[in-house]
């Protein structure tokens, strides 16, 4: 599987798709989400839930982050008011090098650092915590943002929450999933007054519907991100979006 995909990476099968993260009112896009997409020659379209993991098993996770990257970074020079979101893996992070590599090929693309966020997963700190937050506190010192993806879903210690150079968290789907039940909407709004009086931004993931969106802007969460905004879509798209004027925002 891994020279199909590395194949499939020179043969132009993968290609890259943006999900907005809107203001809380759902009027403005603040970062677009780059997502990864396999038009498979025998299989057709794939999600990552379908090759990711595979890509991590078998090394073939560098390749396929540094194709994201670069053409997240390329996509989003046409955007200069907004940030891209570019999600990296445990192995990544823990590569060799990989901070190195990553400074080099924004330089490279020619867009601003601080347009620039990564995610990360909790899992991916907890099994390296302190050479992870070494490589961190590198790419924050470029100006790079730092997003803790899937919040709530794993650890989630306020201990190492604190020593992590962190600028945003994302609240899980599955959380958003439930908002009307009881617990989940207390632990939503428990992790947005959390992250607030730390000094971090909030996105929560998932939203579908009108209710949700209301919960969670009376909740204070900042960005929100969904179906009911819009699915992942071509960077055309995007660029078709802002020059309409349909959403018009700033970075940061």
Known sequence: MREEILDGIRDGQFHVVYQPQMTADGSRIVTVEALVRWAHPRRGPLGPDHFIKIAEDESAIFELGAFVLRRACQDA???????VSVNVSGLQLQAPGFAEFVETEVRKSGLPFHRLELEIV??????????????????????VKIAL?????GYSSLSYLRKLPLDKLKIDKSFVDEAGCVMSASIIQAVIA???????????????????????????????QGY?????????????????GQIVSRAG
């Open 77 to 83: 020079l046409q955007w200069p008011s907004i940030a």
């Open 194 to 224: 959390m992250a607030r009086a730390i000094g971090l931004k909030v996105t929560a993931e998932g939203v579908e519907t009108v209710a949700q969106q209301q919960f969670l802007r009376v909740c204070g969460c900042h960005y929100l």
């Open 149 to 153: 993806d899937d919040f709530g879903t």
């Open 122 to 143: 909790e899992s991916a700190v907890i099994e390296n915590f302190n050479p992870v937050v070494e490589v961190l506190h590198r790419f924050r010192g470029l100006g």
């Open 228 to 244: 009911l905004f819009s699915k992942p879509v071509s960077s055309r798209e995007i660029t078709q979006m802002l020059e309409n």
